[in-house]
């Protein structure tokens, strides 16, 4: 089997290219354009070969910063979530933050693939810069828990830390603080998360970026967020009209 040293086989047919005129003034401003989209995939098809050449032909253990996973979207990472059915996936990690009253308070699109529990301490202090103080609550799932932030939290004035145990034998203490009803009453609040992301991606179409590049996909999710929060003003919005109405009536 013949393996091409360089995805760029006859580069002189580009270059020949630069001489082209276009027939008219559009075909004449698009020829360049098409030049430098043709030269942006061949580079990016050299890098492909090479990562190829690097693990198949030389067995090395090509880091994935350095790998691409997409030539039309460069900027997309490997995701590794330890799900038996999706242990992979493609694309970009979210955080998302939600408050009390359904909205969302912060959001990020993270690079690479961070740990859950990296993203307690900044969004404490993403929080803090917002409100002026740390949250009454800070729930979330397993995979944020470390002795490290669950102190943190306290330290920053958390009142109460919803975030359940990850691996290893609970101390009497600990299981016990898991089955009060301030913890389960926060882990009530955080599963409200899963059902926002769930309206994002079925209702405010963040479920499939159509949009090019890592920018417009940022762009993408803070569209989606804004959607969901205007839908979730108009809702409260409503619910408090209503109710004023109701005690008029009652008066």
């Given amino acids: 089997m013949r393996v091409p040293t360089n995805s760029r086989a006859e580069p002189g047919r580009v270059e020949q290219t630069r001489k082209a005129r276009g027939k008219d003034l559009l075909a004449e401003l698009a020829v360049p354009e098409l030049r430098k989209e043709i030269d942006h995939y ?31 979207e460069p900027h997309t990472d490997l995701i590794k979530r330890g799900k038996v059915q999706t242990p992979l996936e493609f694309g970009h990690k979210v955080f998302l933050a939600e408050s009390a009253q359904g909205l969302i308070t912060q959001y990020e699109v993270l690079e690479g693939n961070p740990g859950d529990d990296q993203q307690v301490e900044p969004s404490l202090e993403r929080h803090k810069e917002t409100f002026g103080h740390a949250p009454e609550l800070y729930g979330s799932d397993r ?14 004035g958390v009142k109460v830390v919803c975030i359940p145990q990850r691996g290893g034998q609970k101390t ?5 603080y898991e089955k009060s009803p301030d913890f389960k009453k926060g882990q009530r609040f955080r599963a409200g998360i899963e059902g926002r992301i769930s309206v994002l991606f079925r209702g405010r179409g963040m479920k499939r970026c159509l949009a090019e590049g890592r920018e417009r996909f940022e762009l993408w999710v ?9 839908m979730r003003i108009a809702a409260l919005l409503t619910k408090r009209s209503s109710r004023k109405r109701r005690k008029r009536r009652a008066a």
Avoid: H
């Avoid at 253990?61 to 997409?70: D, G, L, R, T």
């Avoid at 009497?172 to 016990?176: D, K, L, V, Y």
């Fill in 143 to 156: 995979g944020f828990f470390s002795e490290t932030n669950v102190k943190s939290c306290k330290q920053k």
């Fill in 42 to 72: 061949c580079e990016l098809g050299d890098r492909v070969i090479d990562q190829a050449r690097r693990r198949v032909l030389q067995a090395e253990q090509v880091p994935n910063a350095e790998k691409i996973y997409s030539i039309f």
């Fill in 222 to 230: 803070g569209a989606a967020v804004l959607a969901n929060n205007l």
């Fill in 172 to 176: 009497p203490t600990r299981a016990t």
